[in-house]
């Protein structure tokens, strides 16, 4: 139970990946802990909060838009405070409160979920210090969900140790520390006391879980340990660097009855030369050894993974081994991103950039060639009784409740309208498919 408290109204905005999402429920936890109490109309609060992401251009100017329109609110507003927290704050820090001049306190990653207090302070007449990472993972924190209350994200370490010449996030968040293992099975009884019935391990390189503990430990020792938490029914594995994928991992998924087999592995490339210029680990015959591996040991396996083009040099030939590559091994979910040149990478240094037409070109065609891969593995589902999970209400014909297989990601990979009756959300019904789209089911229950 809430402790009462003098406390104020806040309005929090949470922006980017799941790993985000998590520090920005962690950081509800503090302030309901304290006595706040939260508002979704942003023009009542008391105090506003945008937890930013800050990994490519696109979420930056996102999270730059809603820092702007909580300033706005702000002016119309005496007496309300800004807090900026997260990626873009420690990214860009002071040259980010110099830009919008409204924002009263900027927090880095690794501390907004323990400095309420600091966030509900009056404004100090000091200029605002802008707080350097711990690089520390967040422990001790409660947590408020904002996903539906049946499955949740478990946040299992922080930072990352992958030099990869595109990426931002080790500058932003520090070296991989993975979280102990008696902590995440504290914190999943504690999901599953409260109804959740879903894990969803995320972590900045998840494979990597558990070598850097001492004693060493592995993502298999955690994935034994998760198995054993009473009431969580599903287990999915995302942000999987694909140099541990091993078979003694794939081989605990197979004999799994709760991990599902869904493996969501960016591969970023299929071309060594590219994959090289990326410093990415392996090379052209690795992915592809890797997928075969993995269809192997879990013929039924989903594997999600995301590719780049348009990376500097990327030739037509490089770009054509990939769309051959998506051609030959048909991927069940790809999610395909054109080149973002972002300042402090060591890709943004690089020469002979892709135009940003050209690589919009060859990420359409990639889209066209997944999208017809994904429709024709749908459509083979036809007929067939699979689990599914059941969410959230749906209007219309097509059935009266949203649910998604042991397949299918939350938010991320489509999902299956459920026809049927007294259904009831965090609940796995059996479901004969009966109708499929490019990314949508529809079955019967």
């Not at 696109?58 to 507003?77: G, P, Y």
């Not at 309420?116 to 200029?127: K, S």
């Not at 996903?147 to 931002?168: D, Q």
């Amino acid at each position: 139970m809430i402790r009462k408290k003098q406390g104020g109204r806040i309005g929090v905005i949470s922006l980017g990946c799941p790993k985000n999402l998590v520090d920005t429920e962690k950081m509800l936890g503090r302030f309901f802990e304290a006595g706040h109490v939260l508002t979704p109309n942003p023009e009542e609060a008391d105090l506003l909060v945008v937890n930013t992401c800050g990994f490519i251009a696109e979420a930056e100017e996102e999270s730059r838009q809603a820092i702007r329109d909580m300033a706005a609110i702000k002016a119309r507003h005496p007496g309300v405070r800004l807090a900026v927290t997260g990626c873009l704050a420690q990214r860009y820090g002071r040259e980010l409160k110099e830009q919008i001049p409204a924002i009263d306190l900027l927090l880095g990653t690794h501390d907004s979920a323990t400095q309420p207090r600091t966030l509900i302070a009056p404004p100090q007449r000091r200029a605002l210090s802008v707080l350097d990472p711990l690089y520390r993972p967040l422990t001790g924190a409660p947590r408020v969900l904002t996903t539906p209350s049946h499955t949740a994200y478990l946040k299992i370490a922080e930072g990352c140790n992958n030099p990869c010449s595109f990426c931002i996030i080790p500058r932003l968040r520090g070296p991989f520390q993975s979280r102990p293992g008696e902590e995440l099975v504290a914190e999943a009884r504690a999901l599953a006391a409260g109804g959740v019935r879903e894990l969803n391990l995320v972590s900045q390189d998840t494979s990597l879980y558990g070598r850097d503990l001492t004693p060493r430990s592995s993502l298999k020792s955690l994935l034994t340990a998760l198995e054993t938490v009473a009431g969580i029914q599903w287990i999915r594995l995302l942000y999987l660097y694909p140099t541990l994928v091993n078979d003694a991992l794939l081989d605990h998924i197979a004999a799994s009855e709760k991990v599902q087999p869904y493996l969501d592995i960016p591969l970023q490339h299929s071309h060594s030369a590219v994959l090289a210029r990326m410093k990415r680990a392996e090379r052209g015959g690795d992915i592809r050894q890797l997928v075969t591996r993995i269809r192997s040991r879990l013929p039924r396996a989903a594997i999600r993974t995301t590719f780049i083009v348009g990376f500097p040099g990327e030739t037509e030939e490089e770009f054509q081994d990939l769309y051959e590559f998506m051609s030959e091994f048909k991927l069940d979910h790809v999610g395909i991103f054109a080149y973002s040149d972002e300042v402090g990478t060591e890709a943004h240094h690089m020469p002979d950039k892709v135009a940003a037409e050209l690589a919009e070109a060859r990420r359409s065609r990639l889209y066209d060639l997944q999208e017809k891969i994904s429709g024709e593995k749908l459509a083979s589902l036809v007929g067939s009784t699979l689990p599914v999970l059941v969410e959230g209400r749906l209007d219309g014909s097509l059935g009266s409740r949203m649910g998604r297989t042991p397949w299918q990601a939350p938010e991320v990979d489509g999902h299956v309208r459920l026809k049927g009756e007294n259904l009831v959300a965090g609940t796995i019904v059996s479901a004969k498919i009966i109708q499929a789209s490019a990314h949508d089911l529809v079955a019967e229950v």
